[in-house]
């Protein structure tokens, strides 16, 4: 398929036809392409569960409130922020830092840069308390430097939650279009019990529920009607 029919085919189904299963090197080769969606830092603040466990998935159909993209797909994916795993992931990359920096010298412009954004930068922009007074610190910090010059403002925990929902959804999209390009269709859904998601997959506190992600050989009425989209001219908006 071309870019564009791919683009073209992805539509959400709602029922999958249950004779058709989805090999599973399809569904491998497009969680792989989700983990190589643009990520904020890339830092990866992400998991994407594949629930093939019967019983799991029993829970988990019931978790998103059974709707028919849930209780007929062939295969279940839940797309996860992990925004908790900040500090892992900055070790991981502080090592690949210095493993660079042992090739070509600790001193070298490109190693002290990334060392300070991982070490320093991201540690800044992800850290909390429990109070929110690192957050304040960062909103009136950049608030003051803001007044002088462009700076990102680094906030709280609701900037950092988005920061990782933006990633993570750029990721749904790599896995849809993924299956899409084999000819499966798939449904994002956000109507489900996150509590209940959280415990069937043994995610802490701070995981969320991005998405999950219904999939299989989608059928004609599993289509709700044409695909409808405003005019261009009320959403793309040329300055
Ligand atoms: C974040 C998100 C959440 C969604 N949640 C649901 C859902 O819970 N149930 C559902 O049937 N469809 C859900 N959808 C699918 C949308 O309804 C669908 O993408 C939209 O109507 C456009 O249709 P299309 O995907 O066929 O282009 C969701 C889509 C997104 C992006």
Same mark, same amino acid.
């Given at each position: 398929?071309?870019?564009?029919?791919?683009?073209?085919?992805?539509?959400?189904?709602?029922?999958?036809?249950?004779?058709? %299963?989805?090999?599973?090197?399809?569904?491998?080769?497009?969680?792989?392409?989700?983990?190589?969606?643009?990520?904020?830092?890339?830092?990866?603040?992400?998991?994407?569960?594949?629930?093939?466990?019967?019983?799991?998935?029993?829970?988990?159909?019931?978790?998103?409130?059974?709707?028919?993209?849930?209780?007929?797909?062939?295969?279940?994916?839940?797309?996860?922020?992990?925004?908790?795993?900040?500090?892992?992931?900055?070790?991981?990359?502080?090592?690949?830092?210095?493993?660079?920096?042992?090739?070509?010298?600790?001193?070298?412009?490109?190693?002290?840069?990334?060392?300070?954004?991982?070490?320093?930068?991201?540690?800044?922009?992800?850290?909390?308390?429990?109070?929110?007074?690192?957050?304040?610190?960062?909103?009136?910090?950049?608030?003051?430097?803001?007044?002088?010059? %462009?700076?990102?403002?680094?906030?709280?925990?609701?900037?950092?939650?988005?920061?990782?929902?933006?990633?993570?959804?750029?990721?749904?999209?790599?896995?849809?279009?993924?299956?899409?390009?084999?000819?499966?269709?798939?449904?994002?859904?956000?109507?489900?019990?996150?509590?209940?998601?959280?415990?069937?997959?043994?995610? %802490?506190?701070?995981?969320?529920?991005?998405?999950?992600?219904?999939?299989?050989?989608?059928?004609?009425?599993?289509?709700?009607?044409?695909?409808?989209?405003?005019?261009?001219?009320?959403?793309?908006?040329?300055?």
């Amino acid at each position: 398929m071309t870019f564009d029919q791919i683009i073209q085919f992805r539509r959400s189904n709602r029922k999958f036809d249950p004779n058709q %299963p989805i090999p599973a090197d399809v569904v491998e080769k497009a969680l792989e392409h989700a983990t190589l969606a643009p990520n904020s830092s890339n830092m990866q603040l992400w998991e994407f569960h594949w629930v093939r466990d019967e019983e799991k998935k029993k829970k988990l159909i019931h978790a998103c409130l059974n709707q028919s993209a849930a209780k007929t797909a062939q295969e279940l994916v839940v797309i996860v922020t992990r925004r908790d795993k900040w500090r892992q992931r900055v070790q991981w990359h502080k090592n690949l830092i210095l493993k660079d920096a042992e090739r070509i010298g600790r001193d070298a412009k490109s190693i002290r840069m990334r060392l300070v954004y991982y070490t320093k930068l991201m540690p800044f922009s992800y850290m909390n308390d429990g109070l929110g007074i690192l957050g304040l610190y960062r909103r009136l910090l950049s608030f003051c430097i803001g007044l002088f010059r %462009p700076i990102y403002r680094a906030e709280g925990h609701t900037q950092q939650r988005i920061t990782v929902h933006k990633s993570a959804a750029l990721a749904a999209e790599n896995f849809m279009l993924s299956m899409a390009s084999e000819e499966f269709h798939t449904c994002p859904m956000e109507g489900f019990d996150a509590n209940r998601v959280k415990k069937i997959l043994g995610l %802490p506190l701070r995981a969320e529920i991005n998405m999950v992600i219904g999939c299989g050989k989608g059928e004609e009425h599993g289509f709700w009607g044409p695909r409808r989209r405003l005019p261009a001219e009320e959403v793309i908006i040329k300055h």
